[in-house]
């Protein structure tokens, strides 16, 4: 059964960048929803139970930090991979405080957004037996106890 | 370049020393290098680099390369010592 995620970006441009930065993984991830705002996103996120969520950090309505501290209440196994084009360092303690799992900076999202993920769910079921987080085709989703 | 053989064992010795942790980083962020100095291989992590800054859950912070940081998440939960 592959991870499930979902994409969170008010710039729907990065809807796609993001689905194709994790094709490679396309047999161990599933993106199963989109939203373009933070309140619809936590509503996507409330319904799917996704294993993951990768959210922009600056959104008008709800922004990344907000939305991670909801997520993190509601859902505590779901993980949560902050994205951004620039991280002021106010932001990047709310960030640190937020209680999300990874920050991606866009500017190096081809080359680290994969690494992220893998770390992320290498943490997330850290009790498990993994295979080389390198090598995301061999990755399998664990069964929880 | 350190070559990757190498390169783990170095790591694994650090893991063994005690010089690098043996925990999962509470968060950890991926950007571009920043001229920090790599826990792993003590080489700069230049700006056409990615850097993997690791927040431990205690308290402080590990600077990487990204191919180092992913040597150490995979050597040390098998490390003993």
Known sequence: MPFTVVVIDDDPQWHELIAYALRPASDTLTIVGNERGGMAGLALVRRERPDIVITDLMMPDLDGVALTRHIRCELPGTRVILISSSIEQAYQLMASDSGADAYVSKSVLFDSLLAAVWDVIRRRFSGGSWPNPVDPVELQKPSLP | ?81
């Open chain 2, 1 to 81: 370049m350190t070559r990757p053989e190498e390169l783990r064992e170095q790591i694994r010795g650090k893991i063994l020393a005690g010089a690098l942790p043996k925990e999962y980083c509470r968060m950890t962020w991926f950007g571009p290098g920043r001229g920090g100095t790599c826990a792993a291989c003590n080489q700069l992590i230049g700006p056409d680099d990615i850097e993997v800054e690791c927040d431990l859950p205690g308290g402080g912070v590990l600077l990487f390369h990204r191919r180092c940081y992913d040597l150490w998440a995979d050597i040390w939960p098998s490390s003993n010592g």
